[in-house]
């Protein structure tokens, strides 16, 4: 099935620096969301956005909508060691259509 | 509020048997369910969309007669993998969308494991 393309991959930081994560997508999508993995848990929800160039924040993390509806970045400033995890986007491509597809994942370690 | 719950949160299983695994949404009613599946270190794929009174949408590659998928009442929805297979072994997470709302939760996933 079609993903998202994540970037980076993964990425080893140390507690206090501020991450920057972003999805790439061929299709446009008029529903972004972000979410967080722990490891043998379903994804919760972090923050959804649902229009282009919506920019919206979360506590410590703030996400933005692209304007050409096919991508989408999440910062997060500040990290904290419960920050570990795998964060995925997910897109919807129409209203109509309720299918999520899901990123590739970034992998968010903290060096202590 | 929204929550969404899967039992068993772990089974091992026999090959060649069936594994039942329920998703509820717990204090909302979701007219449409989601099984996804997601194998170790990978992102999630979807593998049906299940809606309550009507048979389930599978994705393409996904075997509807092996991945049975029952949507009976507004809060539960059961996916019974017949005749497991040890590549059948995988997290499988479901997630519901309660009326009204674009976003969905997902519940904490169920860890298959056939020997």
């Known amino acids: 099935g079609q993903q998202l393309n994540q970037s980076p991959q993964s990425m080893f930081i140390q507690e206090g620096e501020d991450v920057s994560m972003n999805c790439t997508s061929s299709?446009?999508?008029?529903?972004w969301l972000w979410y967080k993995q722990d490891p043998g848990e379903g994804p919760v929800l972090l923050i959804a956005?649902?229009?282009?160039?919506e920019l919206t924040s979360n506590g410590r993390l703030t996400a933005q909508f692209g304007i050409t509806r096919k991508d989408s970045f999440l910062n997060i400033s500040a990290s904290i060691p419960s920050d570990v995890g795998i964060y995925f986007c997910?897109?919807?491509?129409?209203?109509?259509?309720?299918?999520?597809?899901f990123g590739t994942g970034t992998r968010l370690t903290i060096i202590p | 509020g929204a929550v969404v719950s899967q039992h068993p949160s772990r089974v091992i299983c026999k090959s060649g048997t069936s594994v039942k695994i329920e998703c509820r949404s717990l204090?909302?009613?979701?007219?449409?369910m989601f099984w996804y599946r997601q194998f170790p270190k990978q992102s999630l794929m979807l593998m049906a969309t299940s809606n309550e009174g009507s048979k389930a949408t599978y994705e393409q590659g996904v075997e509807k007669d092996k991945f049975l998928i029952n949507h009976a009442s507004l809060t539960l929805s059961t996916l019974t993998v017949t005749s497991a297979h040890p590549e059948d072994s995988s997290f499988y997470i479901c997630s519901a969308r309660w009326d009204g709302s674009m976003e969905r939760n997902f519940g904490p996933g169920t860890r298959l494991t056939v020997l």
């Open positions: 997910a897109g919807q491509e129409d209203f109509g259509n309720e299918k999520l597809t």
């Open positions: 204090d909302f009613q979701a007219t449409t």
């Open positions: 299709s446009i999508f008029n529903t």
């Open positions: 956005l649902y229009k282009a160039g």
